[in-house]
């Protein structure tokens, strides 16, 4: 079972874990998130098979399927290789929403992102606000989302020396992707802003902002 593809869709390749999951691979976040499109759905019917699937975990370029120890795994990695035959790269691209997020770019590597990317701090700002933005998968704390498919101008190195406390709201670039810190905590991003949108909130259905497949979209605010 391990190391099987689809021949056409998105490739997969199985990697058990324990007793009850599947670590799916694929090429890229755009496979992630086609294949996530075609099995969400079938998670949430709960027939046959599907009824014993917990969760789907996505990741920059693998999908966790969680299960139960009663699941039986060669059953669900037909249903998943199945369903990647069917999975279109295009719906990745396809919004499941779009939160606009409002941000004061007053960060203090503003200045360091633009000598990097030998932009300007108001061309850094354009770059960021002008291209929309994607959530690929979830990350280190409750809320945060790394986004991806923005200016490839704006890909930078995280800091070389982490900083001990980031604030809350925080709105960083590293690597490739963009991201907002949701809850104070320590972080390598490069920050260039910050914004007051609550991003994790237990009491909201669900509490999570931003779930993969989100289309983000960043505005300027003043100060």
């Known amino acids: 079972m391990p190391g099987q593809t689809s021949a056409s869709g998105v490739p997969v390749r199985f990697l058990p874990m324990g007793e009850a999951a599947w670590l799916v691979e694929t090429d890229d976040i755009d496979a992630v998130l086609a294949l996530d499109a075609v099995l969400a759905p079938l998670a949430e019917a709960g027939e046959g098979v599907w009824a014993e699937v917990d969760d789907l975990v996505p990741a920059a370029r693998t999908l966790l399927v969680l299960a139960r120890r009663t699941t039986n795994l060669a059953d669900l990695a037909t249903q998943i290789r199945a369903a990647a035959h ?17 941000v004061r770019y007053d960060g203090p590597d503003l200045a360091d992102v633009a000598e990097h990317t030998g932009l300007t701090p108001a061309e850094v700002v354009a770059a960021h606000t002008g291209t929309p933005w994607r959530v690929g998968f979830g990350g280190f704390a409750p809320g945060f989302a790394y986004l991806v498919g923005g200016d490839p101008r704006l890909e930078v190195p995280r800091r070389s020396e982490p ?41 909201r259905d669900p509490p999570a902002l931003l779930a993969p497949g989100t289309t983000v979209r960043f505005t300027e605010v003043g100060s």
């Open 86 to 102: 069917h999975a279109d790269r295009s719906s990745a691209s396809e919004a499941t929403g779009v939160v606009e997020i409002a």
């Open 163 to 203: 900083r001990t406390k980031v604030p809350v709201g925080a709105v960083g670039l590293a690597g490739e992707f963009s991201g907002i810190y949701p809850r104070e905590s320590p972080g390598g991003w490069q920050l260039v802003g910050s914004t007051d949108v609550v991003l994790w909130d237990a009491d």
